[in-house]
């Protein structure tokens, strides 16, 4: 688990193909490694990473084919930023909210623009993701944690703060960067329960569609 409060921006140095998946060597910067074992977890753009390797500015890590298709990292390159934070332990400060690194889904940053000392981005969220995000709900997005100032549709804005900026990649985004999107735990694990006992039944069954606004007011969670 994590907090989506940034560490340190480290960089790809190399990948390695693996037979079908990749191994990333990732320059951490300022990122203090000193009690970083093999084995640990490191959060990389909100993706939860396993250091299989680790030198004293440096780890690395396999990337298996099924997060390379489904997060930003398949595009890395050599010399790209990269956001990093260490797992959590019992006396961490939850400073932003509980981030797993399971990253839901590829997002794209629509618009940039300055607000004071601020900087406000519009990013559109896979339309499947979109009931999960809430005004002044949490976000992660390339696992910093992040409170939604707007929302409409498939579309939520956010509020950077100049230090927020200067810690983390986001000083470089720009309309059309990719990024991975983590919800909200809760509201995950909500929908799931919600269901109750249609949570056993197959995707492919007609009656297991999910949760719509039908079946809420189905079991009284309508009204006027």
């Known amino acids: ?111 940039r623009r300055e607000d004071a000392r601020s900087v406000r981005f519009t990013i559109r969220a896979p339309q499947p ?17 992040l409170t939604v100032n707007a929302v409409d549709g498939a579309r939520f804005e956010l509020n950077i703060v100049p230090h927020t900026l200067k810690e983390t990649t986001m000083v470089n985004f720009r309309p059309g960067t990719q990024v991975n999107l983590e919800v909200d735990l809760i509201a995950r694990y909500l929908e799931r329960l919600l269901l109750g006992e249609r949570a056993a039944q197959s995707a492919a069954s007609d009656e297991a569609g999910g949760i719509t606004l039908e079946f809420l007011a189905r079991n ?3 009204g006027r």
């Open 129 to 145: 993701l979109a009931r999960y995000i809430a005004h002044k709900g949490s976000i992660a997005v390339d696992g910093v944690s």
């Open 1 to 111: 688990m994590f907090t989506g409060i940034i560490e340190a921006v480290g960089r790809i140095e190399r990948q390695e193909p693996r037979g079908g998946d990749r191994r990333l060597v990732i320059g951490t910067g300022k990122l203090d490694m000193h009690d970083v074992r093999l084995g640990d977890s490191i959060a990389v753009n909100g993706v939860c990473l396993t250091a299989v390797e680790r030198g004293a500015a440096s780890f690395a890590a396999d990337v298996s084919g099924e997060t390379l298709a489904h997060t930003t990292l398949g595009a890395l390159v050599p010399g790209d930023p990269v956001n990093l934070e260490k797992a959590l332990t019992p006396t961490t400060r939850l400073g932003g909210h509980l981030v797993s690194g399971h990253v839901d889904g590829v997002g794209e940053v629509e618009s």
């Open 220 to 222: 009284g969670f309508g």
